[in-house]
């Protein structure tokens, strides 16, 4: 009612109730960002299970150039070189058993949705089984393409970019972040990695939209030794 409920006066100015017009409010745009190099490297780490793994990404002027792109091809390339290091089950198959078209599908959809914080988008899964399907074409083993596919993944646009468009269906001008995208943010906040299982767990089953929810995995998350440096 403007007089603070007990006839004490006006409230300050600018707090009135027209600045809660949601019509009246402007929000700059948010630019398309770039992992860091400390957030790339972390990342990578994560995926695998690699503590120990180092690589090289220049950004300290925040362009994508030449040499940049081939620091990501390299770090793709050093990470799969290591494999004997990786801590982690990775793959849903033994490689050298022979060509499984189902272990492709479930790592692509498995890795994928935690390599690119969020389930792939039909557009990118036949992106990487066109990709799979040039390197058996070229005398790849059933091995070494699904490691051509792996390190493309890696070097994904889906993963270098904290990509945001919203929740599905969004008509307004404000749109709202969908799960995935609050748990990124949250993620590369806190943490200065990819979310955890439990974390896209959570943002896979809608939790994320809840307060409750939201809070639950901060508290989580701010306990965590990752936490301490950020």
Known sequence: DGDGGDGGGAL???????????????????????????QYINTLRDLVGAPDF???????????????????????????????????????????????????????????????RRPPTQAEEQFLKDAFAVATSKSLSFEDAMLV???????SPALVYLHEVGKPNATDSLRLLSDHEVASRLSYFVWDTMPDDELLAAAAAGELGT????????????VDERAEST
């Open 12 to 38: 300050p100015p600018g707090t009135g109730p027209e600045v809660c017009n949601v019509q009246t409010l402007e929000v700059a745009p948010v630019p398309l960002k770039r992992l860091t190099s400390l």
């Open 54 to 116: 180092e690589a090289e990404i220049d950004d300290t002027d925040g362009r994508i150039t030449e040499r940049i792109v081939r620091q990501y091809r390299d770090a793709a390339e050093a990470l799969t070189e290591r494999r004997d290091e990786w801590q982690r089950e990775v793959f849903p198959c033994d490689l050298t058993a022979g060509e499984d078209l189902g272990c492709l599908d479930n790592f692509i959809q498995g890795f994928g949705s935690r390599a690119f």
């Open 149 to 155: 596919v792996f390190e493309m993944m890696l070097q």
């Open 211 to 222: 307060q409750e929810g939201l809070s639950e995995q901060v508290e989580r998350m701010l």
